[in-house]
């Protein structure tokens, strides 16, 4: 889409070479030393719950540079990505036979090995294969917490939950989070991962469409790439389907659009999601390679979880839809989360322009005891909102916001010697120009008091995208020997990138 990404990460979906072989490639060269490539082959984190991702012409490509480039050899994969398969095939064969010269001479010999006469169709349809699979979003986030995994089996809400990601290489947590922006991060928007995600679901079923249109005369070969190619398709239609889901419910709560439209179109979601998960069951009883992780050790999916999925579908049109339906009709706030009106939700009303005037809320422990040394405040103009935190003592405050509601801004630190940095900007995919661009829209400053420090932090509403005046979301602590936040967190979860974090512990920051 026109922006640099930071593949953080071992990738199939993206051909490479990263900027860090390049250097070691070139270094090998000029000093005549030997170098190994290390690359996944069948799949990687992207979608590691089949035995392969079939793409060989992306590894068409990442051969091809090492033939030209003198690349001594390459370690093949790990945990998962390592089954017999056609890619393993495809990659053996690229490692020692001559190298075919264009990508579409090899494709057509390889599909013939399995396929004899019908190579062409074939190799066009793994071609719709590669033109989806390398619009996969490259961030490390969505291939660690995205849906791409095992969506058929994840619950959808309605009304929020705020519930955290599970890890796609694990089958220990749960599944159905509807805090999207945490597989997304600073490396795409909503939209941006939508469109991406549309785009590779609907090359991945051309393909397929192609594929199923052979027949197999039950020779296994064949059967098992229709099979994986079909359970793919199932993935990757569910996986754009949960974006899309939850982009309508933001729509929906910011009270953007005919929200009946929005519902009714949420509603035929769900029921096509319905429909994947009992396709991807059928597959599963057929085909019970499919759902297993290696990494994991264990299935992110099986007949019994879809079957269990589906009805927890069925109980959401029963209840949360109708209930919403009502709401819309009596020209109530659809979903009163969004505007922190839920039993649960912390609010901080702002009510002055001026920041002299605006009223101080004392920071706490964990326990719910007050911590009498912290304190915090907001206030509000035309162009910009100002946030004051003043503590005795003088240690580091972290600032943790969604600008976007569920969708996770990069961790703020204000540290002692009056400096902002950002924590973790690698996982949240923030670098190079950009880094430097995101850090000067921080404006602060760091005054000393008698006994400690204020700290000033103006927030231009168009830097932050705030202009319309929509709720957002701040978790602030102090830092130090006994962490004090400004709201305790509820339910507290340990994630890569996050650490262990309460998504309980962000107040609604509400626009006067």
Not at 106 to 115: K, N, T
Not at 118 to 130: D, G, L, N, R, S
Request: a negative charge; one cysteine or more.
């Amino acid at each position: 889409l026109g922006k640099p990404r930071l593949a953080y990460d071992y990738w199939l979906s993206y051909a490479g070479p990263g900027k860090l072989f390049e250097r070691a490639a070139e270094i090998g060269e000029s000093r005549n030393t030997p170098v190994y490539a290390k690359i996944q082959v069948c799949n990687s984190h992207e979608v590691a719950s089949v035995p392969y991702v079939p793409v060989p012409g992306i590894l068409y490509d990442k051969f091809r540079y090492m033939h030209e480039h003198n690349i001594t050899g390459v370690l093949y994969c790990w945990y998962f990505g390592n089954y017999p398969s056609l890619m393993n095939k495809a990659a053996s064969e690229l490692s020692f036979a001559p190298f075919y010269e264009t990508k579409q001479e090899f494709l057509e010999y390889l599909a013939s090995i399995y396929w004899g006469k019908e190579a062409k169709k074939v190799a066009e349809a793994w071609q719709c294969f590669e033109d989806g699979y390398s619009q996969y979003p490259v961030n490390v986030a969505f291939e660690w917490y995205g849906p791409m995994a095992d969506g058929p089996v994840w619950p959808l809400h309605l009304k929020p939950v705020d519930l955290p990601c599970s890890r796609t290489w694990e089958a220990v947590n749960m599944v159905g989070s509807d805090r999207l922006g945490e597989f997304m991060l600073m490396g795409h928007t909503h939209s941006e991962a939508l469109t991406l995600c549309q785009n590779m679901s609907q090359n991945w079923k051309m393909g397929t469409e192609l594929l199923n249109e052979l027949d197999s005369r039950g020779e296994h070969d064949k059967k098992e790439q229709q099979s994986v190619a079909k359970a793919l398709d199932c993935l990757f239609e569910s996986g754009s389907n949960i974006i899309r889901f939850y982009h309508l419910r933001n729509q929906l709560g910011f009270l953007e659009g005919d929200a009946l439209k929005i519902l009714d179109e949420m509603q035929e979601i769900v029921e096509n999601e319905m429909q994947i998960s009992k396709n991807l069951s059928m597959l599963c009883e057929k085909d019970n390679r499919l759902g297993y992780h290696s990494e994991a050790r264990g299935f992110k999916f099986f007949p019994e979880k879809l079957e269990w999925r589906i009805a927890e579908l069925e109980k959401l049109l029963d209840t949360e839809f109708p209930e919403v339906r009502e709401r819309i009709k009596d020209k109530e706030i659809p979903l009163e989360f969004y505007w922190g009106l839920s039993d649960v939700s912390r609010r901080y009303c702002i009510s002055e322009e001026d920041i002299n005037k605006a009223s101080w809320e004392p920071f706490m422990y964990q326990d719910g005891s007050i911590e009498k040394n912290t304190r915090v405040r907001l206030s509000e103009n035309d162009d910009e909102y100002v946030l004051q935190i003043e503590q005795i003592g003088d240690d580091d405050i972290q600032i943790k916001a969604e600008f976007v509601l569920f969708h996770p801004y990069v961790p703020v630190k204000l540290q002692q010697d009056g400096k902002v940095s950002f924590m973790h900007e690698k996982s949240y995919s923030i670098f190079g120009e950009r880094k430097e661009k995101e850090l000067s829209k921080w404006k602060t400053t760091k005054i000393s008091t008698a006994d400690g420090c204020l700290w000033e932090v103006i927030l231009n509403k168009r830097d932050f995208d705030l202009e319309k005046k929509l709720p957002f979301r701040l978790d602030i602590s102090r830092l130090g020997e006994r962490t004090s936040v400004w709201e305790k967190g509820d339910r507290f979860y340990q994630r890569l990138i996050f650490g262990n974090y309460s998504p309980d512990s962000y107040v609604f920051v509400i626009s006067k």
